[in-house]
């Protein structure tokens, strides 16, 4: 309620006496006795529940003699409750029989927030975290400029965290649905100019340079924040920085035919680097004003990092042999990323980005090439996928314009020269990594950190960091049957670093040193961390099936170390996250095909078939989680169970849909993964985890989607029997761990559009903007015939049916202010 002023009946508007000394300050005023009445007179109006802040108001009275003059008359309200992360709203009134009333609202007790217009009748704040209820009490004082205050207290009792929204229903509509409550906008989308002078993107596959707009598949995406002046600002919730990967193409709404020749070549030179300029990563300046998020096309800040930008090398395999190329003799340097996916982020504010599907991209037939390799190349050669007879786009077919160029020849990992500098057989050595990139300095090369070993990485999350312990950084290797990975890095972490200039000077001094494990589940619930280094176990230069020959190879090669180390293999280990409330680990495993009922374990326990596909598997994924040895990132055991199995409501509840869920939150194929920002209550005591689906086995009842939970902790549930029955009839039965059912606990925040994938997600700091990602909508259409028309479709029902659709990246906000998702 807004501030009121109740006056005496019988009031006549006139002059009021003022007293021509200097006021006091209102701590002086606050300072003196509330009253010099035992009643105080005035009729106060009610105000409403939950209290707003102090304001300078403007009262009268028809008696000028000070000696009558009264104390105000102020109320806050009755006592009322809210929920952490909401708005809380706290009203006032004050009535006084003359002069100008100074008022203003303070905080007595309870975990301290920030109070917005405390110097009003009407404050806010946003509830804090508890694990509890908790009383906040605040106190409404008011004065006269005689001196005479008065003052009022409330109560509001803050309760823990809760989903604030009504699951959004499962749909195939094509537009964002989001909850009632909501709003959302559009920031960005695939062709975007991010530089001064470059042309609106025209959307019919006639744009070119895509080394200045936005790249396409946008997926992980991060916010870095920016102050006034342009500098860094972990804070800021008005400006930053976005970060997002561009993993792979719609490459039919490229160009305007769709491609050409691109099974098998020759392609033309415009269409290949079109294509290879939309892969990479791209950071874009972002403010917020009056009309909601926009980027900024002419930033300094704006960038493209693509397969052609220069990098470094970092770490153990810098300088070895296994990358020399004809464009790195001496191994230290590369050119570009591709492929990227998830990713990770820095306390010293980096991001990393992770290459996750590279093998693919290279040519090399191997009935030609395998002849001129050594058994032990063409092993590794095997393992990591580099066999394509002309790579998935022929890149490497192009006939360059200027014959010195080798931006197309790179893409063929032959090895057709006299010697590995001579041609490009190790350029697939130099992909895999996780890329570490300053966000804030455009000149410095991406580097590459070696440390951390070579495979399909997906993501790459940090533990938590606590100063004298080593941190660690968990990665999935995205393909059926690969591993979890641990790099725990050989530096003490100093918190002093997290504000340092030279940011990736930091990342070497954590990055390039340390030991990389992968993980063995055992059926008890426990684990082990198998470290890969050169000398130990199996991992040795007379191992059989691969001789490993230093640590460089160990790294280059680390599929190969885990395979013969004993790792669990597992469902796709996609994305990671932790819970930055107690440091325990999550992982997405989407899905596996070939996850047969033979081949089911306690950590990977299903194989089944859903309808009306025949295919028996591992069809809707599940989430698992560990709790290390200790809490701590050094341990190398740790306890785990699985969170949530993804499944349909109507499946089997005895062996598929073990999690019992709901039509709220029933979904299938989770992938992207993230906990709220500790910065704000979604992350906080008990943080909100964020799931979204990269589907096909559900998408006949609904588009992909976002969900948010509060997902309880390792060992929360209990073990379960689950049966596998092969197309034969033959059954397979384990053991597994499985956490407490989410139930209401684990909703569907929003869908998206027609075949779409959900992927990347952060917030400001404050939490109170949600960026989210959505890619390749329509991927299954053509250039005459798109299967979405989004998100054109998003804010125009009669959109034309011919609209080409694009990979964008959307903003939601709670309508009243409030931490999105409580």
Not at 80 to 90: D, E, K, N, P, Y
Not at 324 to 353: M, Q
Request: with cysteine.
């Amino acid at each position: 309620m807004s501030e009121m002023l109740e006056l005496e009946s019988g009031y006549t508007d006139g002059d009021i006496d003022t007293n021509p000394t200097s006021n006091l300050s209102l701590g002086e005023l606050i300072d003196h006795r509330y009253s010099r009445r035992d009643t105080l007179k005035g009729g106060v109006s009610a105000a409403a529940i939950a209290v707003f802040g102090g304001a300078v108001l403007a009262a009268c009275d028809d008696n000028d003699d000070e000696s009558e003059n009264s104390a105000p008359v102020v109320t806050a309200g009755s006592s009322g409750s809210s929920a952490s992360g909401r708005v809380v709203t706290l009203t006032s009134t004050v009535t006084d029989d003359g002069g100008t009333v100074t008022s203003a609202w303070t905080q007595v007790s309870g975990p301290t927030v920030t109070l917005t217009n405390a110097n009003t009748a009407t404050a806010t704040f946003i509830a804090p975290a508890v694990d509890a209820a908790t009383p906040l009490v605040f106190r409404y004082v008011a004065a006269d400029p005689q001196g005479q205050s008065s003052s009022a207290e409330t109560t509001v009792n803050v309760t823990p965290a809760a989903l604030g929204f009504t699951a959004v229903a499962k749909n195939r509509n094509d537009v964002v649905t989001i909850p009632t409550g909501y709003s959302i906008g559009l920031l960005t989308r695939v062709g975007d100019p991010i530089a001064e002078g470059v042309a609106a993107y025209a959307n019919n596959g006639t744009d070119t340079n895509f080394a200045n707009r936005i790249g396409d598949h946008g997926d992980a995406l991060y916010y870095f924040g920016l102050n006034a002046d342009g500098a860094r600002d972990d804070n800021s919730n008005t400006r930053g920085l976005l970060m997002q990967n561009h993993e792979n193409l719609n490459v039919q709404y490229l160009h305007a035919n769709g491609p050409t020749n691109v099974s098998s070549g020759p392609r033309p030179e415009a269409e290949a680097i079109k294509e290879i300029e939309a892969h990479g990563v791209s950071t874009v300046e972002v403010v917020q004003g009056t009309g909601g998020w926009a980027y900024v096309q002419n930033s300094d800040f704006n960038r493209r990092v693509t397969p052609n930008t220069p990098t470094e090398m970092r770490g153990p395999a810098r300088g070895n042999a296994l990358l020399v190329t004809a464009y790195s003799p001496d191994a230290t340097v590369g050119r570009g990323t591709i492929n990227n996916c998830a990713n990770g982020a820095t306390p010293w504010a980096t991001l990393l980005t992770c290459e996750e599907n590279w093998a693919g991209y290279f040519r090399r037939p191997t009935e030609a090439d395998n002849p001129r390799r050594s058994a032990k190349e063409v092993t590794a050669l095997t393992r990591y996928g580099v066999r394509s007879t002309n790579g998935n786009y022929a890149w490497a077919s192009v006939t360059p314009s200027d014959a010195s160029s080798t931006v197309f020849r790179k893409w063929d990992a032959q090895a057709t020269g006299s010697s590995a500098a001579t041609d490009y057989r190790n350029e697939p050595n130099q992909y895999g990594w996780v890329v570490e990139i300053d966000p804030f300095d455009r000149a410095r090369a991406p580097r590459k950190r070696t440390a951390l070993g070579r495979f399909n990485h997906e993501g790459c999350w940090p533990g938590l960091f606590e100063a004298g312990v080593r941190p660690a950084f968990y990665m999935g290797d995205d393909a059926q049957n690969e591993y979890l990975y641990k790099f725990v890095s050989a530096t003490p972490w100093d918190a002093a670093d997290a504000t340092a200039t030279d940011r990736l000077a930091i990342g070497d001094k954590y990055l390039d040193n340390g030991t990389l494990y992968v993980a063995r589940f055992n059926a008890d619930g426990s684990g082990q961390w198998v470290p890969l280094v050169f000398g130990q176990g199996t991992v040795t230069s007379t191992n059989t099936t691969y001789p490993f020959a230093d640590q460089a190879d160990v790294l280059v090669h680390c599929r190969i170390a885990a395979d013969v180390s004993g790792a669990t293999r597992m469902d796709r280990p996609e994305w990671t996250a932790v819970n930055p409330a107690n440091g325990e680990m999550y992982l997405t495993l989407t899905n596996n095909s070939s996850r047969t009922a033979a081949l089911v374990d306690p950590a990977n326990p299903r194989s089944y078939q859903d309808a009306p596909s025949t295919s028996r598997g591992n069809r809707n994924g599940h989430i698992l989680r560990l709790r290390e040895a200790g809490d701590t990132t050094e341990a190398t055991s740790f306890t785990w169970d699985i969170y949530v199995f993804a499944a349909g409501s109507d499946l089997d509840p005895t062996n598929i849909n073990l999690s019992a869920l709901t039509a709220d939150n029933d979904h299938s194929s989770p992938d992207g993964l993230w906990f709220g920002r500790p910065s704000n209550a979604s992350g906080q005591v008990n943080p909100l985890l964020w799931i979204q689906t990269d589907d096909g086995a559900f998408t006949d009842v609904t588009n992909n989607q976002m969900l948010a939970a509060f997902p309880g902790s390792v060992g929360d549930g209990g073990t379960r029997s689950v049966t596998s029955t092969a197309a034969d009839g033959t059954t397979n039965t384990v053991t597994t761990r499985i956490g407490a059912a989410p139930g209401t606990n684990l909703r569907r925040f929003l869908v998206g559009p027609v075949e779409c994938e959900i992927t990347g997600v952060d917030t400001t700091p404050d939490g109170r903007t949600l960026f989210v990602g959505i890619q390749h909508p329509g991927e299954g259409g053509t250039p005459t015939e798109p299967t979405s028309n989004w998100p054109d479709s998003q804010s125009n029902a009669e959109v034309a049916e011919t609209v080409r659709p694009r990979s964008g990246v959307v903003f939601i906000v709670k309508n009243d202010g409030g931490v999105v998702g409580l």
